[in-house]
T-cell receptor, first 112, second 114 residues
Framework: SQTIHQWPATLVQPVGSPLSLECTVE??????LYWYRQAAGRGLQLLFY??????ISSEVPQNLSASRPQDRQFILSSKKLLLSDSGFYLC???????????FGQGTRLTVV | KQEVTQIPAALSVPEGENLVLNCSFT??????LQWFRQDPGKGLTSLLL?????REQTSGRLNASLDKSSGRSTLYIAASQPGDSATYLC?????????????FGKGTKLSVIP
């Protein structure tokens, strides 16, 4: 069966520090991968998606970047965190448009 | 641009009551619609997926319907239990920029009172 792993679960980082969040999927090949952010009082915002290795699309201009170095690995990064980067980050995967999307357990990021 | 709205934002019901959560979307050219549950501080758990060609899907006490032409979906929960307390999110998939993206509503926070 397929599983998705996301870590760390919580993270407190100072302003200006770098960020690396990792997401891996098991049990499937060539999944679509997604990074979402959920800020307090707001809905889930799609940040990045990837349909294959090295293929990244950005939805919202921001202080973040994403990479997909391997088929089932998706990384969210920042060189210098801002206070506004605080939020709940969720990784997700799907096979295609007609199948379910599955989410990881999320990373609570607090920038101080 | 696809917009998804969920009403009400919060709902409190006594245990045992049947209830309906609403979801509407502005662009009817969707591939499917998915309902999720989110417990506080946790990720999303998929509840039901309705393909664009389907009218409804059922899983246990849950029944989701889809009226694509009117841009609406409902999630019906029968005989509610305190364990159903959570935020329920609806999301649609439509083709945007070459990929299949989920667009979410802001959710309905459900509280089932024992």
């Amino acid at each position: 069966s397929q599983t998705i792993h996301q870590w760390p679960a919580t993270l407190v980082q100072p302003v200006g520090s770098p960020l690396s969040l990792e997401c891996t999927v098991e049990g499937t090949s060539n999944p679509n991968l997604y990074w979402y952010r959920q800020a307090a009082g707001r809905g889930l915002q799609l940040l990045f998606y990837s349909v294959g290795i090295g293929q990244i699309s950005s939805e919202v201009p921001q202080n973040l970047s994403a990479s997909r170095p391997q088929d089932r690995q998706f990384i969210l990064s920042s060189k210098k965190l801002l206070l506004s980067d605080s939020g709940f980050y969720l990784c997700a995967w799907s096979v295609d448009s007609n199948t379910e999307a599955f989410f990881g357990q999320g990373t609570r990021l607090t920038v101080v | 641009k696809q917009e998804v709205t969920q009403i009400p934002a919060a709902l409190s019901v006594p245990e045992g009551e049947n209830l309906v959560l609403n979801c509407s979307f502005t662009d009817s050219a969707i591939y499917n619609l998915q309902w999720f549950r989110q417990d506080p501080g946790k990720g999303l758990t998929s509840l039901l997926l309705i393909q664009s060609s389907q009218r409804e899907q059922t899983s246990g006490r849950l029944n989701a319907s889809l009226d694509k032409s009117s841009g609406r979906s409902t999630l019906y929960i029968a005989a509610s239990q305190p364990g159903d307390s959570a935020t329920y999110l609806c999301a649609v998939v439509y083709s945007g920029a070459g990929s299949y993206q989920l667009t979410f509503g802001k959710g309905t926070k459900l509280s089932v009172i024992p």
